[in-house]
């Protein structure tokens, strides 16, 4: 049941979302990619990216310095039905800058 928590806790926040649409339309993306799209300081995104993560939804890839989030795989139904749910939202995802 504490893992259901987690990710209904994790859900109930905007900037959450997006930035979880935004990975899952973008793939693999570092702290400093989602930083630079949504103009937040890596502090605030870091907090949410974990959030994500311990709710299940994201997996961590590191190379050297560099910490990539990507979509878990493999996602169990329920999460997958919550991202597609979500593609489906009326919400502003800031491009990517690469």
């Not at 702290?31 to 799209?37: L, N, P, Q």
Request: charged letters at 30%.
């Amino acid at each position: 049941m504490t893992i259901f928590l987690q990710t209904i806790g994790a859900l109930n926040d905007e900037t959450r979302l997006t930035i979880l649409r935004f990975i899952d339309e973008n793939g693999a993306v570092c702290v400093y990619d989602i930083e630079s799209a949504f103009g937040m300081i890596q502090s605030r995104i870091s907090r949410h990216l974990k959030i994500l993560k311990e709710a299940g939804f994201l997996r961590v890839e590191r190379k050297g310095r560099w910490a990539y989030y990507s979509i878990r795989s493999p996602l169990d139904k329920f999460r997958q039905d919550v991202l597609k749910e979500i593609s489906y939202l009326d919400m502003d995802v800031p491009d990517f800058k690469r």
